[in-house]
């Protein structure tokens, strides 16, 4: 068998795309922007934003430079820089355990697109027009209700995924996010300009950004230092690949400043254009999924312009969805491809099958299989329970421990170009901050 060529990214700015295509997902456009109001408001941003610091951007770059340095999927490249470095082998579970990870959220992922792309439907044909909540609470119970339906549209969510990314690196994740993410921003500023005619933008911004001191707990510590770790696709296996298609003339440290900057600007504007809508119609914010799929359609559905206003909402919905999913499905069609014969486009109808399967299983959960529990929880919450709490911040941390503890500390120095008091700093962040971050982000998880 010939040795597998090793795509390359064309360009630093769609690497810069992709990356924060792959963090801006579902909960950006709604998760956010609640845990910023209900959590104390611009406190809750600066706590976010100093977590991100010294949590969230060691943990990316490192999951970088390994990817890169590596040059393979997560697997082959830890295990390869452990041998190198005279390293026990055993490191190569962190990539497995990232890949893993990326395997199982993309199963449920999958099935929460699917119903984004239901919704985008059913703003084309006018389905919530004139509908109250009890209206819209019916019709996403049916939704659930229906095997057969959740089925159709978790396969053709699938479907979409797995044709962008068969097309391979540059045709295909990059061709999907130079048109999705702008498409994404457009839509999102065309929502924030009709928020600021509501009436209410005034009430939107103040509940995001006043601060209220008062509402900081340790409890809303550990959710900023959360969420900090899981917007950036950190633990996936997803950096780690993207890194592999990157060169050596990529600042890492400077790009993950961008894709941080890019991250949380999307997140806010997310709740710039949601929450004036959800004040002008008397909602509360606090309504997690039921925000989306319930309230918000029935603003759309009884307001002028409400048809074209809700299309453009979940479409804004649908491309979240895909950038986030296809990143998903990257890691697993690189392992397979570098170490299978399949070719990248077997790897991904293989890979993309095996996926759909188990969220077969998932949307099941909400229906024929509602009383199969497993440790007390359906499929669904079990493969989100299990990644959210295990996987992803075992997976960061062993990266970031890896490269502050076994790479040689002068070469990953030279590599992120820091010396003196700066070089210091990545060192102390890297070795203590950040790991002692994860673990207590962890052990919280788990009481």
Known sequence: MSKHVHAQWSSKMTFVLAAAGSAV???????????????GGAAFVLIYLACVALVGLPILVAEWLIGRRGQENPINAM???????????????????????????????SVIGGWSLSYTLG?????????????TGAIFGSLLGSPGMLTLWHTAFMALVIWIVARGVTKGLEGAVRTLMPGLVVLLIVLVGYGMTTGHFGEALAFMFRPDWSAVTGGVVLAAMGQAFFTLSLGMGIM???????????????????????DTVIALLAGLAIFPIVFANGMSPADGPGLIFINLP???????????????????LTFAALTSAISLLEPVVELMEERTPLSRVAATLVGGAAVWALGIAALMSFNVWDSFLIFGLNVFDLLDTFTSKFLLPLTGLGAILFVAWCLDRQGVADELALSGGRERLWHVVARYVAPIGVIVVFVTGLL
């Open 298 to 316: 029935v603003a759309f559905g009884n307001m002028t312009g409400g048809m074209i206003l809700g299309l453009m909402f979940f479409l804004l």
């Open 240 to 262: 780690m690949a993207y890194g592999s298609y990157l060169g050596e003339d990529v600042s890492l440290i400077g790009t993950a400043r961008t894709v941080i900057i890019l």
């Open 123 to 135: 703003s084309v044909t006018g389905r919530f027009t004139g509908q109250d909540a009890d209206g």
């Open 25 to 39: 997902g579902l909960g950006n456009i709604w998760r956010f922007s609640y845990m910023v109001g209900d959590s």
């Open 79 to 109: 295990a390869d820089l452990a041998r190198k470095g005279g390293h026990l082998p055993a490191w190569a579970l962190v990539g497995a355990s990232g890949v893993l990870a990326a395997f199982l959220i993309l199963s449920f992922y």
